[in-house]
């Protein structure tokens, strides 16, 4: 994957263009970086033309200026699509990469081919209560990283993985998230509930681990059910399932992928 970074903004993504086909747009979890695909970049690589974000304030994305906030990732997008004349793109995200391609599809719903949300909520129909619940939640744990991120990380990687060696990978790259880099997760709430649910022209699929907190299993299987789409609940994988389960993960991406096309056709 070949770094760049986009012109005037502090945002790096990475590109493999080679397939000469479709985009498939992969955005990572919080506190971490685009790492986190590195199985997903190997098994589409050559399937379709690649590309992965860092979120604001993650990985190399930490160029900020004043005035930059993470509520500018989906104008932020759709620059890099414009740099690279990009009509649109299949998105995948995981965790708080869900929120950034379900604002994104708000915004330019013509550039979306299909959503892929796993360990996320619907933003534009999101119960305050549990957005309430679910700060406390992250309050708790940003407490331990303003004492120590190693903390912070041991503690993340438990709630974030199943499997042992995604442990490991997610505390790796989590011990380099930056506290000063806790500022911009505050623009989160700018994109909750801010556009009316409308009908979808693309396909959508939702999904988290057996393992995941009650809580995101119960609103993946209320999120299925109003939309009406596909579903999948990961066996032997918690919140980041691509890390967890790659390979049941990906081979479930691809046939959703190509179900999107089918229909498409």
């Not at 080679?18 to 971490?32: G, R, S």
């Not at 995200?93 to 892929?116: H, P, R």
């Not at 060696?165 to 998230?177: D, H, L, S, V």
Request: with cysteine; net charge positive.
């Amino acid at each position: 994957m070949e770094k760049l970074y986009l012109d005037h903004s502090p945002i790096a993504y990475y590109i493999n263009e080679t397939a000469n086909k479709e985009w498939l747009v992969f955005i990572h979890a919080a506190f971490v970086d685009h790492r986190m695909f590195e199985k997903q970049f190997e098994y589409f690589a050559g399937k379709y033309n690649l590309m992965a974000i860092d979120i604001l304030g993650h990985g190399n994305s930490l160029r900020a200026k004043k005035g930059d906030g993470i509520e500018k990732m989906s104008d932020w997008i759709d620059r890099i699509f414009q740099k690279h004349n990009i009509s649109a793109a299949h998105f995948v995200g995981v965790s708080l990469g869900s929120v950034f391609i379900q604002d994104f599809a708000n915004k330019y719903a013509s550039k979306v081919l299909s959503l892929a949300c796993f360990g996320g909520y619907d933003i534009n129909h999101f119960d305050m209560k549990r957005q309430k619940a679910n700060s406390k939640g992250q309050m708790k744990m940003m407490l331990k990283a303003l004492f120590s991120v190693k903390w912070f990380a041991k503690a993340n990687k438990k709630i974030s993985a199943y499997t042992e060696e995604a442990k490991t990978a997610f505390y790796n790259m989590n011990i380099g998230f930056k506290k000063s880099s806790f500022r911009y997760m505050t623009g989160l709430n700018k994109l909750v509930n801010k556009y009316p649910k409308k009908e979808r022209k693309y396909e959508l699929i939702v999904g988290c681990g057996e393992h995941d907190i009650p809580a995101e299993i119960e609103i993946v299987n209320e999120w299925a059910e109003y939309e009406h789409c596909d579903k999948i609940i990961f066996k032997g994988a918690g919140h980041c399932v691509n890390m967890d389960v790659p390979q049941e993960f990906n081979i479930s991406l691809e046939k959703f992928l190509q179900k999107c096309q089918n229909e498409g056709q």
